[in-house]
Nanobody, 124 residues
Framework: EVQLQASGGGLVQAGGSLRLSCAAS????????IGWFRQAPGKERVGIAS????????FYVNSVRGRFTVSRDNAKNTVYLQMSSLKPEDTAVYYC?????????????????WGQGTQVTVSS
């Protein structure tokens, strides 16, 4: 059974940092792209970053590029999202998702498996 477990959310002040984790099980982790998505209150869920299991290549959307870093530890079947210089507009429920592919993507429709979300709240 494929499972993704996101964790690490919490309450942080603007300018602070958090590290989210996405623990995966039930599939060949190295063959999968892992994406991070977020859904702010009253808004649609959007992709913000992704990382390839094949070569470790990454992609970030403009709103988080330079502040967020996605990495993965294939030995631990875990992907991390290090978030720095957090802003109130980063407040959202954050999700990780997986798809067996070599091309990274932040398109929601690309992904087959989803974890439950973890809440990140950034206070001003």
């Amino acid at each position: 059974e494929v499972q993704l477990q996101a964790s690490g959310g919490g309450l942080v002040q603007a300018g602070g940092s958090l590290r989210l984790s996405c623990a995966a099980s039930g599939f060949s982790f190295d063959d999968y792209v892992i994406g991070w998505f977020r859904q702010a209150p009253g808004k649609e869920r959007v992709g913000i970053a992704s990382i390839s299991g094949f070569d470790g290549s990454t992609f970030y959307v403009n709103s988080v590029r330079g502040r967020f870093t996605v990495s993965r530890d294939n030995a631990k079947n875990t992907v991390y999202l290090q978030m720095s210089s957090l802003k109130p507009e980063d407040t959202a429920v954050y999700y990780c998702a997986a798809v067996m592919a070599r091309i990274i993507s932040t398109m929601e429709s690309t992904y087959d498996y989803w974890g439950q979300g973890t809440q990140v709240t950034v206070s001003s």
